[in-house]
């Protein structure tokens, strides 16, 4: 213990009055007395933090309801964007040419089949928990929808649920299934497979699968 000698603490008649009844009383008394004040140090603190909690969930409304101001304030303005964009040949495949991720996935079939590709629209509900990604195609050679898309919603718990629509390839046009290298590009060349059959090739297309 600090101020007293080796000597003192192996004395006896010390450690008798280090544990003698009236020490140890005064010492659980200080106690009790620092365990009362930590208490309401504890309850101030809890209040002060109920506090900042009820302003943080006023502030997450607040912003959620001006997500939602500034979405429908958007749409007219979006909606109008997508009428000169339509006059622009193949903006969008240009657009994902430059896109950090989509960029990496675009192949030499992909840049054909995005000439065909007139409008992408986002779409989100007023809950701000779903959103889709829509993509609108004309009629081309390659598939027979003409339109894909890519919903996202937040479950509880914090997961994001995928959904997405099956691509309806037609004969020898699907990027996402490796081609004889013989007949890479011909019609009904994806519909045999050989044992010399090409690894598939990345895609921008994978985006709609399900675990992409």
């Known amino acids: 213990i600090p101020g007293m000698e080796r000597s003192e603490l192996s004395d ?22 620092e365990g009362a004040v930590l208490e309401l140090h504890l309850e101030a603190l809890h209040k002060l933090q109920e506090q900042l909690e009820e302003i943080n969930e006023k ?18 303005i979006l909606e109008k964007r997508n009428e000169v964009i339509a006059k622009i040949p193949s903006f969008w495949l240009q657009a994902f040419r430059g896109h950090p991720l989509f960029s990496t996935l675009i192949s030499d079939r992909d840049e054909e089949i995005l000439t065909f590709l007139d409008e992408v629209i986002v779409e989100e509900t007023d809950s701000l928990t779903e959103w889709k990604i829509i993509f609108k195609f004309s009629e081309n050679p390659f598939f027979e929808n003409r339109e894909l898309f890519k919903s996202f919603k937040e479950a509880d718990g914090g997961d994001l649920e995928v959904e997405s629509p099956s691509i309806k390839w037609k004969p020898g046009y699907e990027p996402t299934v490796g081609e004889d290298e013989d007949t890479k590009g011909s019609p009904g060349a994806g519909s045999k497979r050989s044992a010399d059959q090409a690894e598939p090739e ?6 709609f699968l399900p675990d992409f």
Not at 12 to 33: D, E, F, G
Not at 59 to 76: G, S
């Open 12 to 33: 006896t008649s010390t450690l008798s009055t280090l544990t003698h009844p009236t020490a140890m009383a005064s010492v659980s008394k200080k106690s009790k007395m």
């Open 202 to 207: 990345v895609s921008f297309f994978e985006f």
């Open 59 to 76: 502030a997450a409304a607040e912003a959620e309801e001006l997500e939602r101001r500034a979405n429908r304030e958007r749409k007219p």
